[in-house]
């Protein structure tokens, strides 16, 4: 297109021009640029790449045509850097070995989070020989793979010499897109001002346009760049001058203006140059001179003379791999133009050409997707294997476009059953409800009986999934009216789903019956028993049934002798990892330190196995378990993580309590302010459908609000966060301490008696369950609310003899008597990092006619887990890239934990590591 300056764009400049300058220091960024249609985010990235003298440019850029094309956008970024042998080999070496798998190494590809990860080291190996800038240029169309590995990268830049530009419509999709715009550094676009307009236009037209002429030139073209260039040909064209006599016929050209030259200069030009260029708008980023001449049917020679025209008449450039529009929206015009018809019967031979020429299924399978009526015979196959080829690359969403238009041209029968199922296993992985319409549509085709007990296991587990408990009780509990004898661990998995929905708070309590007959069945340690004594453990958790906690360790027990089984379908890691996750939620509620182990050891299994769905879940219960026993820069850290993995999984059972438990961790930590803000900030994932019961959020939300001294509304959220829970028949306080929230609530108002009221009940329930955590709390708050110093040194007792350490800490500063006490109390909650609860207890000695001494954190004691690993692999000498690569972390990550680790023990050099910890 013609070359005009960048007008109005320098503070965007500016800023990359500052981050290129940093690069050296491993000041790595991801910065989006965004801004409507012909904005200039093109021009921007050309002009960083102009800038970035002397550093490795990389380059990619989506289109809507491969948008389902799983990694299509990595790929054009990273296959260049190994298409030569010795590079392949220095690249992918370590971790980075499991990205091969996306850059077209035969093989059965691993694990997603080891993709990632892979794909993560193998651009910190490229950084390894100087600063590197990728550009991405239309973000909006990636597909979801590139977009979940985009996603993981983005807060792994800092320590790397890395700057990622990326340009990007302001969008939202719901999804991976929305993760990427909101943690991204942003620089928006905005329309030009009357004064950039003026610019653009003598820049053109070579005469400085009368003041009123610009301004109705912004206003006709909305001062998108593209758009008032475009204005300015046409002007150039017609000989009209930039007047204010002339500014009314700006109004007829408008946004009209590109699409109105496309046509005219596509009518000026014979046939057949028009054909070549409907070609490029259908075969997209592989419109090379080849498959133009094989998808118009005429000689190259006449090709390349149609690409010569269609370049003097500034409509297709030459790419780097192949022809293009000058702009996307001058290729959707030209493709707008071809009726339905035609351009699904070009996109037909397109996919033919592409079949022909050796292109992966997806390829093929991208042109199929814009071809309708589905031919069963001819497309049904290749759009299964383009399926299942982006199911294995990690891609499910783009593997149920393809089930899903294979679906259109089948009948009732057999292959359309199959099809329902492996489209409704896709969906599980990102929609549940979407999944649920495509195992019931196959259940409705009455399949013979094996399919169709497997298909009443799948259903079930989406409805559960899908928060419609009630629907899969009433589905499965039909089947298992009529299941012979026998058959146990069917019934098992069958059972298994009827008690998921009430623990999952999406269907009413159970018939105490039927699970008084499920603590009677039989042991067998499998994994359908195993899972049922987990999810019966949960059950047993909400309501406050020790029971649950002998059957979470039975069934980890039983696993854990039990070597997996690689001829059962319904035994491998990743069933295993699901069916093990109740467990390890219950443990920590009954014993802090085993559960922690069980989790961490779960994580750890989960990052071996590969699988990011898996980590998110089981970093979820970690989380949860540094946050009971008072860990909470860890407990912070891993909840965060979690949330962040549920969407770039779209598992978002958990995040709801995640949710909730990150704003603890935080208020403790920072106040309620900054509590409130994490709430806020997730409040639109916390609260969808998919995330599970909101009784958690509601729990935070009282105790932010009761920290603000809003005790009427702490009160009321308290009771919301209770009802919610008894909804499923929860009632253990271990989970969920309502009452002791509302009786504290209830007494910053003075209203002590009901405020006893709810602190004796929540007493009576602790004592029942046993944990210390609960009951230390249930003691304190008993004690607070009625003034007993009994019940507060009760819960001093209790709570010494377990992890929970800021729980103990709260106790030791309410014996505010003491001053003893209140010191120990302030110690124990500066470990802990807990800064509120330190201020109170100085505040308390202070009273007290007390001196606080000052708190350092030095000694092996003071480390934190995460800084206690770190220095443990440091001491055997590894170095900072080995450590990263060994905990699954950054180079960064270890940098500021050693850094932290050196600090507090009071060393200098990694050889005087193992000696300083003990």
């Not at 794909?119 to 169309?141: R, T």
């Not at 309501?543 to 379908?569: I, S």
């Not at 014993?591 to 961490?600: F, N, P, S, V």
């Not at 302010?673 to 599970?692: D, K």
């Amino acid at each position: 297109m013609i070359d005009t300056p960048l007008v109005e764009r320098e503070r965007q400049l500016a800023a990359f021009d500052a981050h290129l300058r940093a690069l050296a220091g491993g000041a790595g960024r991801f910065v989006v640029v965004d801004g409507g249609p012909g904005a200039g985010k093109s021009r921007l990235l050309a002009a960083v790449r102009a800038a970035a003298d002397g550093h490795r440019v990389l380059s990619a850029r989506a289109s809507r045509l491969e948008r389902t094309y799983a990694f299509g956008v990595v790929r054009q970024l990273l296959e260049p850097v190994v298409a030569r042998a010795a590079d392949r080999e220095r690249l992918l070496t370590g971790p980075a070995a499991a990205a091969a798998s996306v850059l077209g190494a035969p093989g059965e590809p691993p694990g997603d989070y080891a993709v990632l990860n892979g794909l993560f080291w193998l651009v910190a190996n490229v950084c390894e020989s100087g600063p590197v800038v990728l550009l991405l240029d239309d973000l909006h169309w990636a597909d979801e793979a590139s977009l979940r590995f985009l996603a993981y990268l983005l807060p792994r830049v800092d320590g790397l010499p890395l700057l990622v530009a990326a340009g990007s419509r302001p969008e939202s999709d719901g999804g991976l897109l929305d993760v990427v715009l909101t943690e991204a550094e942003r620089l928006p676009l905005p329309p030009l001002t009357p004064g950039g307009v003026a610019a653009v236009l003598d820049g053109i037209t070579g005469r400085r346009p009368d003041e009123a002429f610009a301004r109705a030139c912004a206003e006709a073209t909305g001062g998108v760049p593209l758009l008032v260039s475009e204005a300015s040909r046409a002007l150039v064209a017609s000989g009209t001058p930039p007047t204010a006599a002339n500014a009314e016929r700006l109004r007829e050209l408008g946004a009209r203006a590109l699409t109105r030259r496309v046509g005219l200069e596509l009518a000026g030009l014979p046939e057949g140059h028009v054909r070549v260029a409907e070609a490029v708008a259908v075969l997209g980023p592989h419109a090379t001179t080849a498959n133009l001449a094989t998808l118009t049917g005429a000689p190259v020679l006449e090709v390349k003379g149609a690409i010569a025209a269609l370049e003097r008449a500034d409509l297709v450039c030459a790419g780097e791999r192949a022809y293009d529009f000058v702009h996307p929206l001058v290729g959707a015009a030209v493709h707008e133009r071809m009726d339905h018809g035609r351009a699904a019967e070009a996109h037909a031979r397109a996919a033919e050409c592409l079949r022909a020429a050796g292109a992966g299924a997806e390829k093929v399978a991208a042109h199929l997707l814009r071809v309708t009526p589905v031919d069963a015979a001819t497309m049904t196959g290749p759009l299964r294997e383009a399926g299942a080829d982006a199911l294995s690359r990690g891609a499910p969403q783009a593997a149920h476009a393809y089930l899903r238009h294979a679906l259109t041209g089948l009948p009732p029968g057999p292959e359309r059953v199959e099809l329902e199922i492996e489209a409704g296993m896709a969906a599980l992985r990102f929609d549940h409800d979407l999944a649920v319409g495509h195992l019931s549509g196959a259940l409705a085709m009455e399949p013979e009986l094996g399919t169709r007990v497997r298909l009443t296991v799948l259903t079930g587990l989406a409805l559960v999934y899908a928060g419609r408990g009630a629907q899969a009780a009433d589905l499965v509990t039909g089947l298992l009216d009529r299941l012979p004898d026998g058959l146990d661990d069917l019934r098992r998995r069958l059972e298994t789903i009827v008690v998921a929905g009430p623990s999952t708070g999406s269907a009413p309590p159970l018939d105490p019956a039927r699970i008084e007959r499920l603590h009677a069945l039989p042991r067998t340690g499998t994994v359908a028993a195993a899972s049922l004594d987990g999810t019966l453990a949960v059950h047993d958790l909400h309501t406050g049934d020790p029971r649950g906690l002998d059957l979470a360790r039975r069934a980890v027990a039983a696993l854990a002798a039990r070597p997996v089984d690689p001829a059962d379908p319904n035994d491998s890691p990743e069933i295993r990892g699901r069916s093990l996750a109740p467990s390890y939620s219950v443990l920590p509620f009954g014993d802090l330190d085993e559960g922690l182990a069980g989790a961490t050891a779960a994580v750890e299994a989960s990052l071996a196995q590969g699988s990011l769905a898996l980590l998110g879940l089981h970093t979820h219960i970690r989380g949860g378990c540094w946050l009971l026993r008072g860990d909470l820069a860890e407990a912070e850290a891993d909840l965060r993580e979690s949330v962040r993995t549920a969407r770039l999984t779209h598992s978002e059972v958990t995040v709801s309590q995640s949710v909730g438990w990150l704003a603890e961790a935080v208020l403790e930590q920072r106040g309620p302010g900054e509590a409130a803000a994490v709430l806020g900030h997730f409040h639109e994932i916390a609260t969808a459908p998919r995330s599970g019961p909101p009784h958690h959020l509601d729990f935070a939300w009282a105790r932010v609000r009761r920290a603000r001294g809003e005790f009427e509304e702490a009160r009321a959220a308290a009771i919301r966060a209770g009802a919610g829970y008894a909804a499923f028949g929860g009632r253990n306080p271990a989970v969920v301490p309502w009452r002791s929230e509302a009786a504290l609530a209830l007494c910053g108002q003075g209203r002590r008696d009901l405020a006893a009221d709810y602190a004796r009940e929540e007493l009576a329930l602790a004592r029942a369950w046993g944990s210390a955590p609960a009951l230390g709390r249930a003691l304190r708050v008993a004690g607070t609310v009625t003034g007993s110093r009994a019940l507060l040194e009760e819960s001093s007792e209790v709570l010494a003899l377990s992890s929970a350490r800021l729980e103990h800490a709260k106790t030791l500063v309410a014996l505010g008597d003491s001053a003893a006490m209140v010191a120990r109390g302030r110690e124990l909650a500066f470990r802990c990092g807990a800064a509120p609860l330190v201020e109170e207890a100085t505040v308390r000695l202070h009273a007290l006619g007390a001196r606080p001494r000052p708190l350092t954190q030095t000694g092996a004691g003071s480390l934190t887990p995460s800084e206690r690993r770190v220095a443990e692999l440091a001491g055997k000498g590894g170095t900072n890239r080995e450590i990263a690569q060994t905990l699954f972390v950054t180079p960064k990550a270890v940098e500021v934990h050693l850094s932290n680790v050196y600090r507090k023990l009071g060393v200098t050099t990694r050889n005087e590591l193992t000696a300083a910890l003990g």
